[in-house]
């Protein structure tokens, strides 16, 4: 395993690596068994896999988040190496935003505006393209692995990298989820004991909806409701609660089709958010 620190470094290293092709998972380190999954998946796909390992100041929205954020670079890159990682590029601020840096790759429209857009303000995603785009420049990596837990992330990614004509292939790995079903992730340290018991209701807001949807509930304000009744039991008012179409993210009424059930929420301050993809019962056959 080795760090590197540099663009130039990384690209060195690259150069000496063999056939197999390059994985790339990009993370902001405090690594969990989500981000492992994503390495282990990368793992199976190519031979060289690259976690970069920067917390980016540009997608901040809250610079107390920024601030409190998690850091422990040595156990990152152990655990990083056990998933089967073999480079890590953790590289300074100044490496990645240079002095004089004034170039921001941003993604228009509904998918970059609405729901973590809309919180977080515009400069979110703009930070998230930018830092990607760079990334991918700097690792020129044949697959980059992503968490579906940020689907409005893989959906921005996908249509930056579309746009630009990286030919990198963008794949979504599946939601890593601790016992009783609360999504992973860097900002769960935070959760005292009692609200991460509350947070609970997150995912099972979107056991409910998958649940009333199965047994053929297809309206979005009767679904949405049945979830808020879940969250508010715990004394949670959601952020957003959205079920919406999974590539454009427009705002459905009905889920006669895939669709995507998107949660965010504070618990004690804490920043949750999460998703499922719901896939509407088959239509029942007349004819049987
Ligand atoms: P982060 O370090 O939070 O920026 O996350 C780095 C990558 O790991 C992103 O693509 C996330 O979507 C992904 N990730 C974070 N948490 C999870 C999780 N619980 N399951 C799967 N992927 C995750």
Redo the contacts with the bound molecule.
């Keep these: 395993m080795r760090v590197v620190r540099t663009v130039a470094a990384l690209r060195e290293a690259l150069a000496e690596a063999g056939a197999g092709g390059v994985g790339l ?6 690594l ?1 068994e ?2 492992l ?2 390495i282990r998946a990368a793992r199976r796909d190519h031979e060289h896999i690259v976690v970069s390992i920067f917390v980016n100041p540009t997608q901040f929205n809250d610079a107390a988040d920024l601030e409190t954020y998690p850091r422990d670079e040595t156990r990152d890159v152990e655990l990083a190496a056990s998933a089967g990682a073999n480079l890590v590029f953790a590289p300074e601020i100044a490496e990645m935003y240079p002095e004089g840096f004034v170039t921001t790759v941003r993604v228009t429209g509904r998918i970059t505006e609405s729901l973590e857009g809309a919180m977080r303000g515009s400069a979110h995603f703009d930070g998230v393209a930018t830092v990607v785009a760079k990334l991918l420049i700097a690792a020129n990596p044949d697959s980059a ?6 689907a409005q ?1 893989v959906v921005v990614v996908r249509r930056m990298v579309a746009d630009l004509g990286i030919p990198t292939r963008i794949v979504s ?5 601790e016992e009783g079903g609360l ?4 900002r769960n340290t935070r959760l005292s004991p009692a609200a991460r018991l509350r947070a609970l209701a997150i995912p099972s807001a979107l056991r409910e909806i998958e649940a009333a949807l199965s047994s053929g509930e297809a309206r979005v304000d009767v679904l949405r409701r049945r979830a808020l009744t879940v969250l508010r039991a715990q004394h949670i008012e959601p952020e957003y609660l959205e079920i919406v179409d999974p590539d454009g993210l427009e705002l459905l009424e009905t889920v006669t089709r895939s669709a995507l059930c998107v949660i965010a929420a504070q618990v004690e301050n804490v920043r949750l958010i999460d998703n499922v993809l719901l896939v509407p019962a088959p239509a029942i056959d007349a004819e049987r």
Excluded at 145 to 150: E, L, T
Excluded at 183 to 186: H, V
């Design positions: 998972v990009p993370t902001m380190g405090a969990h989500g981000h999954s994503l692995y992503f968490g579906a837990k940020d992330q790995c599946p939601t890593s989820r999504a992973r992730s860097s």
